[in-house]
């Protein structure tokens, strides 16, 4: 069992529906990171938060949308996706925040299918 | 420019044989670190080791090493007498000191058959 938590495990939605992903580590790791895979392919970087701030956004496109409750708890809203988007999507903490040099603690993902 | 190379897209050996991945890390910090994680298919990523720039001791952890050569810009991982449970895509990772974002290479999916 990983340390971070991310439900659903599989998500299938029409390009039309709102949906969310969820992400929770209790760790006390203050850097929270959104992820998104591609079949053979590295993770590519969406967000990171850093003591619940948004510290970068790698121009991702606005139909998704993060948040961070608190230091605990990460959420990424999903609207009007693409069928392109279809991938697994990957949280992740480190300790301290996103400026230090711990490792990233993955969860098992989202697998996404747009239909 | 920050940039990790993993040139083996993919290796099969057969169980027992020992095996090793290759990356070769470019980056115009002095400081950094290097990790490895691996992913098996159930799609988690596990941590496995990290290194920085000023550690260049070899690690070994069981049936794991890694041999980090600063001058060459190399952080090679050795699986030594390969199980089937090590077979999952292999990735290697740069973050320099302080920053954000974690550069990863392309990854290594290795099969070990039985």
């Known amino acids: 069992d990983t340390e971070v938590t991310q439900t659903p495990k599989h998500l299938v939605m029409g390009m039309t529906n709102k949906k969310s992903l969820k992400c929770e580590q209790h760790?006390?790791?203050?850097?929270m990171y959104w992820y998104k895979q591609k079949a053979k392919k590295p993770p590519e970087l969406m967000f990171v938060?850093?003591?619940?701030?948004?510290?970068i956004n790698e121009s991702v496109p606005s139909r998704f949308s993060p948040e961070c409750p608190n230091s605990s708890l990460l959420n990424l809203h999903l609207h009007a996706l693409q069928p392109e988007d279809s991938a697994l999507y990957l949280c992740?903490?480190?300790?301290?925040?996103?400026?230090?040099?711990?490792?990233?603690?993955f969860g098992d993902g989202t697998r996404l299918s747009i239909l | 420019a920050q940039k990790v190379t993993q040139a083996q897209t993919e290796i099969s050996v057969v169980e027992k044989e020992d095996v090793t991945l290759d990356c070769v890390y470019e980056?115009?910090?002095?400081?950094?670190?290097l990790f490895w994680y691996k992913q098996p298919p159930s799609g988690e990523l596990v941590f496995l080791i990290r290194?920085?720039?000023?550690?260049?001791q070899n690690e070994i952890s069981g049936r794991y090493s890694w041999n980090f050569q600063k001058s060459t810009s190399s952080f090679n991982f050795t699986i030594t007498a390969s199980q089937v449970v090590d077979s999952a895509v292999y990735f290697c990772?740069?973050?320099?000191?302080?920053?954000?974002?974690?550069?990863f290479g392309a990854g290594t999916r290795l099969f070990v058959k039985a």
């Open positions: 992740a903490s480190s300790q301290g925040g996103a400026g230090s040099n711990q490792p990233q603690h």
């Open positions: 760790m006390g790791h203050r850097a």
């Open positions: 938060y850093s003591y619940e701030k948004l510290s």
């Open positions: 980056t115009r910090d002095t400081t950094y670190y």
């Open positions: 290194r920085n720039s000023f550690d260049e």
């Open positions: 990772a740069l973050k320099n000191t302080g920053g954000f974002k974690t550069i």
